[in-house]
C-alpha cells in the first residue's frame, strides 16, 4: 500500500539501509533493507527549524513528539497511553553507594507492563495505515503480550510465537488478549525461525526485532522523554539491558536527533551507554571482547531475564555501532547478580522490577567497582518491566 504524506504532522522523510545507506520510501511496505538484508531506519527532515513548542504537552503519552514519528495521519493511531513514564531518584541507594545522582527510568509502568508497548503501540499502528491484517512476533514473553493487546486494540489480528519454557503469566495475557499464541521448545532464535515457516507467504507482518522500520521508532521516544524530564539535559552514562537491543540504538538515535535539532544545547554531552546482558546469553559481549566475529554461531541458554535470552540479535551491529560511538561498553551479570539487583531495588526503593532492572543495577556496581563508572557522575538506569510478570521465574528467592 502507498500511503501519502500530506497535511501529516510528521516529518517522516524516508528509510536508510542501516549498512550501506542506500535510501528507500518510507510511504511503501518495507521490512529489511533489499541491498544488504539488515534493518532498516528511518529518517526526518531535520533541516528545516523545528523548535521543542512542536511537543504536544496536552498529550501525556510517547505520542507528543508526533512530529518526529512516522505515522502520517491520527487516525491510524493504536494507543494505550503508553510512554511518559516516570524518572525516578534513588536517594537510599546512592547514600548506601555514597554515589552523586542515581535515577532509574521505569518502563514497568507502561501499560501491558513494559517498554514493550512504545515500539509495539508504532509497529501496529502502522500496520493499520498500510492496510494490513495482522501481525506475527517471536518473544521471549513481553514483546507478545504488546503485540496482542495493540492488536486487540487496532483490530488486527495477532500471532505470538513464544519458548514453551516462558512464565505463565505471559502465556495467559497473550490469550485474554484473543491472540493465537504457538509454544516452541528453545529460546527466541528458534521461535523466529517458526515465525519465518509461518509467516512465508507474508501475509502477516513480522514483527520480529528490527525487521521492520516502526519499533525501533517508538523505543526512540524513551531519549525524547530522558532529556525532557531531566530540563533538555542528559545522564553522564546510561545502562540498558540490551537483548535484540532496539531500545539502545533507538534511545541513541533519540539523542542525535535532538543534537541536530538544536533541542540539547552544544555542551550537552551525549552519555555512555553501557549494554547489559545476561551471562547465560552474551552474543554482543562475546563479539565486543573478540572472542568471535559475530553472534551468527553464538550458543545461548535460558535466563531469568527472558527479554536477554537473544542469542543472534540481527541489531549486533547497530549496537556495536552506539558503544564506540559513545564510548560506551558491553557487560554481563549472573543469574544470582540480577536477583541481587532486584532486592537492593525492592528493598531500599521500593521497586518491584524485572531481572533486567536487577541487572542493570548489579551491571552499575560493578562497573563503579572498576572505576568504569565514578561515584560523582549522573547515572541513569532503565528497568524494561514489572517483576509481577516473572513470579514464575523468582518467586521463593527474594532472601537470597
Same mark, same amino acid.
Given at each position: 500500500?502507498k500511503?501519502?504524506?500530506s ?9 536508510h539501509?542501516s549498512a550501506? #545507506? ?5 510511504f511503501?511496505l518495507q521490512?529489511?533493507?533489499?541491498c544488504?538484508?539488515v ?7 531535520? /533541516? ?24 502520517? /495521519?491520527?487516525?491510524?493511531?493504536? %494507543?494505550?497511553?503508553? #510512554?511518559l %513514564?516516570?524518572?525516578?531518584?534513588l536517594?537510599?541507594?546512592? *547514600?548506601?553507594?555514597?554515589l ?6 521505569d ?5 501491558t ?5 512504545r515500539g ?8 493499520? !495505515?498500510?492496510?494490513? !491484517? ?8 513481553n ?16 500471532v505470538v510465537v ?6 505463565a ?9 484473543? *491472540?493465537?499464541v504457538?509454544?516452541?521448545?528453545g529460546?527466541?532464535?528458534?521461535c523466529?525461525a517458526?515465525?519465518?515457516q509461518r ?6 507482518l ?10 525501533? !521508532?517508538?523505543?526512540?521516544?524513551m531519549?525524547?522523554?530522558i *532529556?525532557?524530564?531531566?530540563?533538555w539535559?542528559?545522564?553522564?552514562? =546510561? ?8 531500545g539502545?540504538?533507538?534511545i541513541?538515535k533519540?539523542?542525535?536527533e ?9 555542551e550537552v ?8 546482558q ?18 551468527h554461531?553464538y550458543?545461548?541458554?535460558? %535466563? ?7 542469542? /543472534? ?10 558503544? /564506540?560511538?559513545s564510548n560506551? %561498553? ?12 532486584m532486592r537492593?531495588?525492592?528493598?531500599h ?10 541487572a542493570?543495577?548489579t ?6 567497582a ?5 561515584p560523582?557522575?549522573?547515572i541513569? =538506569?532503565l528497568n ?6 516473572y513470579?514464575d521465574?523468582?518467586?521463593g528467592?527474594?532472601?537470597?
Open positions: 500500500m500511503l501519502v504524506a497535511e501529516s504532522l510528521s516529518r517522516l522523510a524516508a528509510l539501509c550501506c #545507506g542506500t535510501e528507500y520510501s518510507a511503501d521490512r529489511v533493507s533489499a544488504c538484508n534493518p532498516l531506519v528511518a529518517d526526518y527532515d531535520l /533541516h528545516e527549524p523545528l523548535s521543542r513548542a512542536v511537543i504536544d504537552q496536552a498529550d501525556t503519552s510517547m505520542w507528543r513528539y508526533g512530529a518526529l514519528l512516522p505515522l502520517l /495521519h491520527e487516525e491510524n493511531k493504536v %494507543t494505550l497511553g503508553e #510512554g %513514564t516516570p524518572l525516578l531518584r536517594p537510599r541507594l546512592a *547514600a548506601r553507594y555514597d552523586a545522582n542515581l535515577l532509574l527510568k518502563e514497568g509502568q507502561n501499560p507492563g513494559s517498554f514493550k508497548a509495539l503501540s508504532m509497529a501496529v499502528s502502522k500496520a493499520k !495505515e498500510l492496510g494490513i !491484517e495482522g501481525c506475527i512476533i517471536p518473544t521471549a514473553g514483546a507478545g503480550v504488546a503485540l496482542a493487546a495493540y492488536c486487540a486494540r487496532g483490530g488486527l489480528k495477532a513464544m519458548p514453551r519454557h516462558t512464565p503469566a505471559f502465556k495467559e495475557e497473550c490469550y485474554w488478549y484473543g *491472540a493465537e504457538e509454544l516452541v521448545d529460546l527466541i532464535s528458534d523466529g517458526r515465525v519465518r509467516n512465508a507467504n507474508g501475509a502477516l513480522d514483527i520480529s526485532t528490527l525487521k521492520e522500520p516502526y519499533r525501533l !521508532e517508538g523505543k526512540k521516544t531519549g525524547y522523554e *532529556a525532557e524530564q531531566l530540563g539535559t542528559l545522564p553522564d552514562v =546510561l545502562l540498558y539491558p540490551a537483548g535484540g537491543g532496539t539502545l540504538i533507538g541513541w533519540a539523542f542525535q535532538m543534537k541536530q535539532l538544536g533541542w540539547l544545547a552544544p554531552k551525549l552519555p555512555r551507554m553501557v549494554a547489559v545476561a551471562e547465560n546469553c552474551c552474543p554482543l559481549l562475546e563479539t565486543y571482547e573478540g572472542r568471535q566475529s559475530n553472534c554461531a550458543q545461548g541458554r535460558a %535466563t531469568l531475564a527472558n527479554g536477554l535470552a537473544v542469542p /543472534h540479535p540481527l541489531g549486533e551491529a547497530m549496537m556495536l555501532r552506539v558503544l /564506540h560511538e560506551g %561498553t558491553v557487560v554481563s551479570v549472573s543469574e544470582e547478580g540480577m536477583l541481587a539487583g537492593d531495588l525492592g528493598q526503593e521500593g521497586l518491584f522490577v524485572a531481572p533486567e532492572g536487577g542493570v543495577w551491571a552499575a556496581r560493578q562497573l563503579l572498576t572505576g568504569e563508572i565514578q560523582h557522575e549522573n541513569l =538506569l524494561t518491566g514489572n517483576g509481577q510478570k513470579m521465574n523468582v518467586a528467592r527474594a532472601r537470597g
